[in-house]
């Protein structure tokens, strides 16, 4: 069930909806004069959803790609070039 509360509760109860938004991994619903205006949520939270936005763009970025091309590549060569790769990185010492 989502959290909503006015937008005065920010100033007036700062440290509850942090509690809620890191303890509880929810969001909160900020309402202006009783309509949406803005949401609260942990950094923790901001970071997972910026990270499945980008896996998701990638995963729709390889389906485009693979719908527009007939090369394929099995298993063992995928692991084996990034096995490859990750052996021929330059390293930083």
């Known amino acids: 069930m989502p959290r909503i509360r006015p937008v ?5 109860n700062f440290a509850e909806i942090s509690k809620i ?3 509880s991994k929810e969001l909160v619903f900020l ?6 205006d803005m949401v ?3 950094i923790e939270q901001y970071e997972n959803i910026q990270q499945n ?6 995963l729709k970025e390889s389906e485009h790609e693979a ?6 590549y099995t298993h063992s060569e995928v692991f084996s070039n990034l096995r ?6 330059p390293t930083n010492k």
């Open 8 to 12: 005065s509760d920010l100033r007036n």
């Open 21 to 23: 938004v890191h303890k």
């Open 84 to 89: 490859m790769q990750i052996r021929n990185r």
């Open 40 to 42: 609260v949520m942990s």
């Open 67 to 72: 719908n527009n091309s007939n090369e394929r």
């Open 53 to 58: 936005q980008e896996v998701f763009m990638k």
């Open 31 to 36: 309402t202006k004069n009783g309509y949406g």
